[in-house]
């Protein structure tokens, strides 16, 4: 599969997988930023991507990060849908005691493409019985 992209910053990356089997691509920051703890931020990362129809981009934060500096993506997954063609953006939240920085491009998060069900949703009088019925939040135990 092909994925089309416009680099809006002729310094940003070309997105590549770092290791073959990778499932996702790292996103970089345009721009140097901060973040305080607590603060979140929309950080562009100076591409515009065309997902293909029948999939969606989720962009996911980097593990490192989160275990290092405690910092994580606000909205993760974030979803990119096929149609969307602005300037990707991650919305990123520092969750640690420490202010964080970050210089102009240092890979701040991941986008994987990942494919999706064209679902044609049905209204119906009432839905088949599972052995977990309507139990949600916690129902199994801890």
Known sequence: MQASFVRLDPEVEIPTRSHIGDAAVDLQTRYDISLEPGE??????????????????????????????????????????????????????NHGSEKVEFRKGERIAQLAVIPVAAVDWVEVESLDETSRGDGGFGSTGS
């Open 40 to 93: 979140r931020v929309a950080v562009p990362t100076g591409l515009a991507v065309a997902i293909p129809e029948g999939f969606a981009g989720l962009v996911l934060p980097r593990s490192g990060h989160a275990k290092r500096l405690g910092v994580g993506v606000v909205n993760g997954p974030g979803l990119i849908d096929s149609g969307y063609r602005g300037e990707v953006s991650v919305l990123l939240i």
